[in-house]
Nanobody, 120 residues
């Protein structure tokens, strides 16, 4: 099993930056794909970024968000710049032991508990 714990969320003004961190534990050697998903109030959960052999970003965050992974420290990061109010959501660290879901899908095996990001 894999456990994911996010940190780094908070409140920021539009145009600001935040860096989300995710610490993975358990059977981390079996993780093939890591990513971030988010859920805004009243909206469906959506994939934000994923990383395996390559990276994928949803169109609305391209050029502003960067996903990275430190396999030695079992950490995953999401650097978020030029934040917009529409980025407000609970952000979840996600991982899968087989492959990344199809672009835009949120069908990851493992999920963290989420961290709130509020942009005003």
């Amino acid at each position: 099993h894999v456990q994911l714990v996010e940190s780094g969320g908070g409140s920021v003004q539009a145009g600001g930056s935040l860096r989300l961190s995710c610490e993975a534990s358990g059977n981390t050697d079996r993780i093939v794909c890591v990513g971030w998903s988010r859920e805004a109030p009243g909206k469906a959960r959506e994939a934000v970024a994923s990383l395996s052999s390559g990276t994928w970003y949803r169109d609305s965050v391209k050029g502003r968000f960067t996903i990275s992974r430190d396999s030695i420290r079992n950490m995953v990061y999401l650097q978020m710049n030029a934040l917009k109010p529409e980025d407000t959501a609970v952000y979840y660290c996600v991982a899968d032991p087989t492959s990344c879901p199809l672009p835009g899908d949120t069908d990851f095996r493992h999920w963290g508990q989420g961290t709130q990001v509020t942009v005003s």
